[in-house]
């Protein structure tokens, strides 16, 4: 099948498929289950999960404290993102959401940026949650200044988006510390497993279900979400063969323009010949002509 025509297929199954939420934030959808990472990110112990303020944008999950908390809680602002791909524009997209959640902010406790005296903002944390295939270290931060084209002085702004390894036998004190973000990371490790014995995606997927439900992994999400969760599993698996076929697609377009290109560049030395040709003809001609008349 060729290249387009496997886009035009995966295209059709987006339209069927409008699946919002990847697997991570399937998992994390309660607020327990949030408020059980935000302390292990935050090394604290809320009990409460009605404390907690979560509004949902986009990919990612902003994470608040209610304001009759400690300060310095109450004024955090935790942008959260899972990623499976180590995208290097993560610092832009963060420096666009924390625009948007300021903005926010500032209108919601009815703040007058015009105001002489300084406005008080909450401290902003971006973190991304990383279990892609490609290594990594435990952590990694990625910083906007790095896309800026001149290094000459401290730039106006910055963002820092800080990339935590989740995968399986990664940050394991992080994972102990949070039961959700282990069993989520031992799940996707399993399915891993499983197709690295060369079963197919939707058997590596269900074998992998069975394994996890009766070692009481992720049980409660797998068990009453068993269809769903396969679904998204493999809706994610074509996402990826889609981006892999969009590059293709790109590299074919490059590989055209350069056949074209190339048939162009032959064309105007043939061209060139040609004319050399005929001017060489030419001037035989001339010198011969001369040679008679002498």
């Not at 944008?57 to 935790?78: S, T």
């Not at 406005?119 to 200044?145: A, H, Q, T, W």
């Amino acid at each position: 099948m060729k290249v387009k025509e496997v886009l035009a297929a995966f295209k059709r199954v987006f339209v069927k498929r409008k699946y919002k939420d990847i697997l991570f934030r399937f998992v994390f959808r309660e607020k327990k289950e949030i408020l059980q990472l935000y302390n292990a990110m935050n090394h604290t112990n809320y009990t409460n999960p009605d404390d907690l303020v979560i509004t949902t944008m986009e990919n990612v999950i902003y994470i608040g404290m209610k304001n009759d908390l400690a300060f310095l809680i109450a004024n955090d602002m935790n942008l959260f993102e899972h990623q499976s791909t180590l995208n290097k524009n993560m610092p832009l997209r963060g420096l666009l959401y924390f625009a948007k959640m300021f903005e926010t902010y500032i209108e919601t406790h009815g703040l007058n940026k015009y105001q002489k005296t300084l406005i008080k903002l909450p401290f902003p944390r971006f973190v991304v949650f990383y279990n892609g295939e490609e290594d990594i270290p435990e952590e990694l931060c990625m910083r906007l200044s790095d896309a800026f084209e001149k290094h000459e002085e401290e730039p106006a702004v910055e963002c820092v988006a800080k990339f935590i390894n989740i995968n399986y036998g990664h940050n394991q004190e992080l994972l102990n510390s949070c039961k959700r973000l282990h069993d989520y990371s031992y799940f996707v490790s399993c399915v891993r497993g499983y197709l690295k014995k060369g079963f197919g995606q939707k058997e590596a997927v269900v074998m992998a279900t069975d394994e996890c439900i009766n070692k009481g992994i992720l049980k409660d999400v797998l068990v009453k979400h068993r269809a769903e969760v396969v679904d998204m599993f493999l809706t994610t698996f074509d996402k990826k063969m889609y981006e892999e076929a969009v590059r293709e697609e790109g590299r074919e377009e490059g590989r055209e323009e350069g056949r074209a290109e190339e048939q162009v560049n032959t064309e105007r030395e043939r061209q060139r010949a040609e004319r050399a040709e005929a001017e060489n003809k030419r001037l035989r001609e001339e010198l011969a002509k001369m040679k008679g008349e002498a």
